[in-house]
Structure formats: structure tokens, C-alpha cells
């Protein structure tokens, strides 16, 4: 069965400094995708980054990056120097290859303090 | 602005009515997904449609139906409704279902639903 999984409901972090949220995956399948997307309180889904299971290096996607630890099956996402505009939920996903499912985690809600 | 277009943005109505949800995919995408979120929740993949066919089904209630087009907008018509159908309800597209793995998502803005 395909799942992911976020543990952190809410985080804090101070302005300006880095800031791991955390996603577990689970599947079989060799050939997968992950995905970050983040929702502000508007309400709309922004892709943000993404990483191949068969990338050998971590995504990067300017302030944000992805710590892909294959055999721990973690996609964890990284957004360095936090800015209040960043206080959104996030949510993990993933696509494996034989499915046309996208997997989402239940999301984390970050607040940037200033 | 993702492309995907969806309407009504807003949509309250009665326990036991009909209505249907309207998405216009990026242009040149086939693929259209329906999503529920329910208040404070993740997304919950509904259905998945192809170039007008159906390509897979997820957590979709038997009162709820779609489908896709020939010019590939997709309709989501939810029947019945009762009060835990209050949600978001999200349409995303893509490109193709590629054989890999790779196949990003855009979101449209979504459509609220308020069951009263």
C-alpha cells in the first residue's frame, strides 16, 4: 500500500531561520515521485519541489530543498532563511509510476514568527 | 495563476440537493484529478480522468460522479449531499499520465462547498 506520512501537525520557527518538515513515505514500487506543495490560507496548492527516486542528488529549488534519504524513505523538506510569507501548510505527496495516484500527507501547519 | 480553472469559487447549499463543480485544465493538459479537503485535512484523492476516460478512482462516494469532455474540462457532480460533503474541492491537471513517475500536478484555486 501506498502512504505518506507527516508527524508534525504545527511548527513554529523564528524569521529568517531554517526550518525541516518532515515526510515519511511508504511503497514497493522501484520508481516513485516526491512533491512538495504548499497551501497559504488562501487556500490554493503551490507546487513547490519535487524529487525522483532515482535522483541521486537533492533537489533544489531556490530557498527550498529536499533531504531524500532513500533507504529511510524520507523526503523531508528543508526551506532555509524562513520568511513570514512562508507561513502556510505544506503538504507531501507522491506519484508512483504504475498508478495515477497522487498520495498526500495529512500536511504540516507552519507559522513564521517575527 | 496555475492555468487550471475552476467555478464556482463559492457554492453554499441545502442538505439533499445536486450540484456540479466545473474545471478547465491548462492548455494542452489531458489529465484532470479531482480532490476533496475537508476542514483542517489533506487531500483526498477522488478520480482521475484521461483525455475523456476515466484512469483511476480513489475515495469517491457512490453520490458523487464525473467526467471529462471532449474539449477536457471536467465536471464534478456531487448528488445527495449532506453535510460532511462541506469541503474544498480541488481540481488539478497535468500533462500526461507519463509511464514515470514524474508528472507534476497544477492546482486550481478550488471550489468551496458549504452544505447547510
Known amino acids: 500500500a501506498q502512504k505518506i506520512t507527516q508527524t508534525q501537525p504545527g511548527m513554529f520557527v523564528q524569521e529568517k531561520e531554517a526550518v525541516t518538515l518532515d515526510c515519511t513515505y511508504d511503497t514497493s514500487d522501484q520508481s516513485y515521485g516526491l512533491f512538495w506543495y504548499k497551501q497559504p490560507s488562501s487556500g490554493e496548492m503551490i507546487f513547490l519541489i519535487y524529487q525522483g527516486s532515482y535522483d541521486e542528488q537533492n533537489a533544489t529549488e531556490g530557498r527550498y530543498s529536499l533531504n531524500f534519504q532513500k533507504a529511510r524513505k524520507s523526503a523531508n523538506l528543508v526551506i532555509s532563511a524562513s520568511q513570514l510569507g512562508d507561513s502556510a501548510m505544506y503538504f507531501c505527496a507522491m506519484r508512483v509510476s504504475n498508478f495515477n495516484k497522487f498520495y498526500f500527507g495529512s500536511g504540516t501547519k507552519l507559522n513564521v514568527k517575527p | 495563476d496555475s492555468g487550471v480553472t475552476q467555478t464556482p469559487k463559492h457554492l453554499i447549499t441545502a442538505t439533499g440537493q445536486r450540484v456540479t463543480l466545473r474545471c478547465s485544465p491548462r492548455?494542452?493538459?489531458?489529465?484532470v484529478y479531482w480532490y476533496q479537503q475537508s476542514l483542517d485535512q489533506g487531500l483526498q484523492f477522488l478520480i482521475q480522468?484521461?483525455?475523456?476516460?476515466?484512469?483511476a478512482k480513489g475515495n469517491i462516494l457512490e453520490r458523487f460522479s464525473a467526467q471529462q469532455f471532449p474539449d477536457l474540462h471536467s465536471e464534478l457532480n456531487l448528488s445527495s449531499l449532506e453535510l460532511g460533503d462541506s469541503a474544498l474541492y480541488f481540481c488539478?491537471?497535468?500533462?500526461?499520465?507519463?509511464?514515470?513517475?514524474?508528472?507534476?500536478?497544477?492546482f486550481g484555486p478550488g471550489t468551496r462547498l458549504t452544505v447547510l
Open positions: 480522468y484521461y483525455n475523456g476516460e476515466e484512469r
Open positions: 488539478a491537471s497535468s500533462v500526461v499520465p507519463a509511464e514515470g513517475p514524474y508528472n507534476e500536478q497544477f
Open positions: 492548455s494542452g493538459d489531458l489529465s
